[in-house]
T-cell receptor
Framework: AQRVTQPEKLLSVFKGAPVELKCNYS??????LFWYVQYSRQRLQLLLR??SRESIKGFTADLNKGETSFHLKKPFAQEEDSAMYYC?????????????FGSGTQLTVLP | EAGVAQSPRYKIIEKRQSVAFWCNPI?????LYWYQQILGQGPKLLIQ????????DSQLPKDRFSAERLKGVDSTLKIQPAKLEDSAVYLC?????????????FGPGTRLTVL
């Protein structure tokens, strides 16, 4: 069965410092990985997906199949990046396209 | 476009009572999901609908949970009877089938407290 692990429940960094949120997955098929973010009092929303290879709000994430990881990185953290971040793995089987979420990392960017 | 709507936003009940949650997905979204998010954990899929049919309900505790999407639009999730461990946020999400790699859009959730 698929599994997503986010080893850090809490992560604090100072403004301007680099930040890396770790995500590891286990899945026997071809993975599709996503990062979702939930800002305070807002809905869960998509931040980025590995297939797009894009940078969103300065964040990037590279899928490393050898290490089964999809870490989220940003070179210079901003206070507005403080939020809950969830890594998610999508499996597709027939008409089912489902997300398996990690337990999340609460990022706090200190002034 | 309007987002996914859920009601109520908060619900407090006693164990063994019944409760129902409602979800209105984004217009035109054929796929609808219900998730359970227990405090400190990520969302866990309960059931997936495509139009008015169930795609996957393998993780739905069917002895007490039920869900329906009769006309392929709105959906309700019911718990009967509730247990203490059902305290969680229940999230609804919807997705269109019209694009590849399309994302799920989430509602604000319903926070259930079972006393």
């Amino acid at each position: 069965a698929q599994r997503v692990t986010q080893p850090e429940k809490l992560l604090s960094v100072f403004k301007g410092a680099p930040v890396e949120l770790k995500c590891n997955y286990s899945y026997s098929g071809s993975p599709e990985l996503f990062w979702y973010v939930q800002y305070s009092r807002q809905r869960l929303q998509l931040l980025l997906r590995h297939i797009s290879r894009e940078s969103i709000k300065g964040f990037t994430a590279d899928l490393n199949k050898g290490e089964t990881s999809f870490h989220l990185k940003k070179p210079f953290a901003q206070e507005e990046d403080s939020a809950m971040y969830y890594c998610a793995l999508r499996i597709s089987s027939g008409s089912a396209r489902q997300l398996t979420f990690g337990s999340g990392t609460q990022l706090t960017v200190l002034p | 476009e309007a987002g996914v709507a859920q009601s109520p936003r908060y619900k407090i009940i006693e164990k063994r009572q019944s409760v129902a949650f409602w979800c209105n997905p984004i217009s035109g979204h054929a796929t609808l999901y219900w998730y359970q998010q227990i405090l400190g954990q990520g969302p866990k899929l309960l059931i997936q609908f495509q139009n008015n049919g169930v795609v996957d309900d393998s993780q739905l505790p069917k002895d007490r949970f039920s869900a329906e999407r009769l006309k392929g639009v709105d959906s309700t999730l019911k718990i009967q009877p509730a247990k203490l461990e059902d305290s969680a946020v229940y999230l609804c999400a919807s997705r269109t089938e019209s694009r590849a790699y399309n994302e799920q859009f989430f509602g604000p959730g319903t926070r259930l407290t079972v006393l």
